[in-house]
C-alpha cells in the first residue's frame, strides 16, 4: 500500500485523485487547499490530515517522513500556474509526483524539472487519460496498421460552456491558466501528437478569450480544431437537446466516438502509474509546446485551411 498526499484539495478534479488512490487500494494521509471546502474528503479519506496554510503542510510532510511514514506520492490538482512550484515540493520532499493537466504552462519548465528528477532520484507523472481510452487506443492502432504513407484529414471540436464565474476566476488570467488553448485543450493535443506524430506546422486562426481554433500539420494528420467556453459556438443541435458540451472528433468525415469511456480513466491512470507504466516529463513535452507555441503565435486570420466553427464564431460577434 503506497501513501499520498494532495495539493488542491478543494479543486475540481481532486475528488477522482481520491478516488483513484481509494479504488487502487492506497492510502491518503495529508491533504492541502487554501479553501477549506473540502468536505468531500469524507467519501474518500475522513481521517486525512487537512491544512489550508501551506507552511504548515510542508511541515506535516516532513515530520511524516522524519518518523518514517514517507509520503511515497504527492498529487496535484492546484491552478495550472502552481504545477511547477508544486511538483519542486513534491520531488524534494522525496516523493514521486503525479500532476493533472496542463503538467506546467512552459516547455523550459520541463527542462529544469527533469534536472530536479536526476537529482531526488524521483519521478514525475502527468495525467493524460485519453492515451488509455478505448477508442483511442483502437485509432491509434488502427493508425499504425494502416497505409504508413497516408496522411489523414481530422476535426476536432471541443466546447465545454462556462458561467461568468469563468473568466473572473484563474482560469481566465492567462497567465496562470495558460488561456483556453491550454486549460481546455491540453489533453486533445496531447493524444493527437500521441496517435498521428509530431507538429510540422502550428497555425492560429482564432484566439480569443473564450474560444480559439487553429490547423496543426503533423506527421500523419492534417488537424483543423476549435476550443470554446462559449455557450453561444454550441451548434443548434446541441442547444436544442439542452447540452453545454459538444465533443467530435471526425476523421475523414467519419465520427470517432469517444464521448463515453472517461468515469473511471484517473483510476486506470493511477494503476498505470503504480504498475511502472506511467507518462513522465518526455511524454508531456509535445502538448505543452503546442499549447504555449498557440498562446505566442501570431493570428493568420481566417485564412487557409480552417475550422468552419471560427467562421462562425466571428460572425456572430
Not at 469524507?42 to 504548515?56: M, V
Not at 510542508?58 to 515530520?63: A, E, G, I, M
Not at 481546455?184 to 493527437?192: E, N, R, T
Not at 464521448?259 to 498505470?272: P, V
Request: charged share 25%.
Amino acid at each position: 500500500m503506497k501513501t499520498f498526499a494532495i495539493i488542491g484539495a478543494a479543486g475540481f478534479i481532486a475528488p477522482r485523485h481520491m478516488k483513484a488512490i481509494r479504488d487502487t487500494e492506497n492510502v491518503l494521509l495529508t491533504a492541502f487547499d487554501k479553501s477549506d471546502s473540502v468536505g468531500v474528503m469524507d467519501s474518500y479519506f475522513p481521517e486525512a490530515n487537512f491544512f489550508t496554510e501551506f507552511e504548515r503542510f510542508d511541515r506535516h510532510v516532513d515530520k511524516l517522513r522524519r518518523e518514517g511514514n514517507q509520503v511515497d506520492y504527492v498529487s496535484i490538482c492546484s491552478p495550472n500556474y502552481l504545477h511547477d512550484a508544486h511538483i519542486r515540493f513534491g520531488l524534494r520532499s522525496h516523493a514521486h509526483v503525479i500532476c493533472e493537466k496542463p503538467l506546467v504552462l512552459n516547455p523550459w519548465n520541463i527542462d529544469a524539472l527533469s534536472e530536479i528528477e536526476s537529482e531526488t532520484g524521483k519521478r514525475v507523472y502527468n495525467i493524460l487519460q485519453l492515451r488509455l481510452h478505448p477508442s483511442l487506443v483502437a485509432l491509434k492502432r488502427k493508425i499504425e496498421e494502416g497505409p504508413a504513407d497516408k496522411i489523414y484529414d481530422v476535426d476536432l471540436s471541443y466546447i465545454t460552456s462556462r458561467g461568468k464565474w469563468y473568466n473572473i476566476s484563474w482560469k481566465g488570467d492567462v497567465s496562470k491558466s495558460g488561456g483556453i488553448a491550454t486549460n481546455i485543450g491540453i489533453h486533445f493535443f496531447d493524444a493527437l501528437t500521441w496517435i498521428f506524430g509530431p507538429v510540422k506546422r502550428n497555425i492560429v486562426h482564432l484566439h480569443e478569450a473564450n474560444s480559439a481554433a487553429g490547423y496543426l500539420d503533423l506527421k500523419r494528420a492534417r488537424v483543423r480544431w476549435f476550443l470554446s467556453t462559449d455557450f453561444n459556438t454550441l451548434p443548434e443541435e446541441a442547444k436544442l437537446r439542452n447540452k453545454r458540451t459538444y465533443r467530435s472528433l471526425q476523421m475523414e468525415g467519419e465520427e470517432i466516438e469517444f464521448s463515453d469511456g472517461f468515469t473511471d480513466l484517473h483510476t486506470q491512470s493511477y494503476q498505470h502509474i503504480l504498475d511502472g507504466n506511467g507518462f513522465g516529463l518526455s511524454e508531456a513535452y509535445p502538448s505543452i509546446e503546442i499549447a504555449h507555441n498557440i498562446r505566442t503565435a501570431p493570428i493568420a486570420g481566417l485564412t487557409g485551411d480552417y475550422h468552419p466553427f471560427a467562421k462562425r464564431t466571428l460572425e456572430k460577434v
